[in-house]
């Protein structure tokens, strides 16, 4: 069935600390030059956290903690543009005493002025979240839900689920999903198909945010390269990929990965998803000349 009138594909786009000059930019530039991008495409929103955040998980990111200036900043740069940010608070060893940091509450309060939603991995920080600062939540990939079953029972309890990324090409999975406009979608995924460590490595990130160190893990599992997504692979959707489940199933978000990625490597996706090909050079050279 093809879907007549649907909403455009919306991006979110990695993340809104270290990458946040890189996202402003092509927010910039979709604004001031639409015709150099893809049609009906438009970048929804930007997601990460502060470092030394103790619920922030998938990637362990430490360094100095943000101020408040910093935090307002980000934000109130991203609203300017009709942008949200979205907060990974997706940490799988989340507690009730993290709830109150007061570290925490500063970013959510700050957050929560800027129509910021959040990503959980949790459900008590979802209901947190949601409770004392009304902002919207993202059920995390890393929930990895394994049945259509419970995706369609957390569409009901978030405002968007994102899916485990071994369903992301599973038609038949994902024609059983009910409310098919809360599903969001990874399109350029690195870890491998069924990967047998990752869990055990979004854990291993858990505990080193929580800890303040940072430690090496080890997977042995071959990982996807984003230059080779072309060639009909399990996980990595090509352009053509993305649009065609958009029209025929209606699914709008789609994400595209990137916190802890090379620079480079990002640069190659946002190109490849948001431009138009006959601009994708033109893009990348501009990019490369302001970061110069």
Do not use: W
């Amino acid at each position: 069935m093809i879907f007549e009138g649907i909403d455009m594909i919306k991006y979110t786009l990695p993340d809104f600390t270290v990458g946040l000059g890189l996202n402003l930019f092509f927010v910039r530039l979709l604004e001031q030059r639409p015709a150099l991008f893809q049609d009906d495409m438009r970048i929804d929103s930007v997601y990460g956290c502060f470092p030394a955040c103790n619920l922030n998980g998938g990637r362990a990111f430490l360094r100095d903690r943000s101020t408040p200036r910093q935090m307002e900043e980000a934000f109130s740069l991203l609203a300017e543009h009709g942008v949200k940010a979205r907060l990974t608070l997706t940490n799988m060893l989340a507690t009730e005493a993290d709830l109150h940091d007061e570290y925490l509450n500063a970013i959510l309060s700050t957050a929560s002025r800027y129509g910021a939603e959040a990503i959980v991995y949790a459900d008590l920080v979802g209901d947190y979240v949601r409770e004392r600062y009304g902002m919207r939540c993202v059920l995390s990939t890393t929930r990895a839900l394994a049945d259509a079953a419970e995706v369609n029972r957390m569409t009901k309890r978030y405002d968007y689920v994102v899916l485990n990324y071994n369903r992301n090409k599973d038609r038949a999975f994902i024609d059983t999903i009910e409310d098919k406009d809360k599903v969001e979608i990874m399109v350029n995924e690195f870890c491998s198909y069924r990967c047998p460590h990752r869990q055990e490595h979004y854990l291993h990130n858990s505990e080193d945010q929580k800890s303040g160190r940072m430690r090496p893990f080890e997977c042995v599992a071959s990982k996807a390269d984003f230059f080779d997504h072309e060639s009909g692979h399990p996980v990595i959707f090509t352009d053509d990929e993305v649009r065609m489940l958009h029209e025929e199933t209606g699914i709008g978000y789609f994400k595209i990965v990137g916190r802890g990625v090379a620079f480079q490597t990002v640069l190659e996706a946002y190109a490849y998803y948001l431009v138009r090909p006959e601009y994708r050079e033109d893009v990348k050279r501009m990019v490369m000349r302001a970061a110069g």
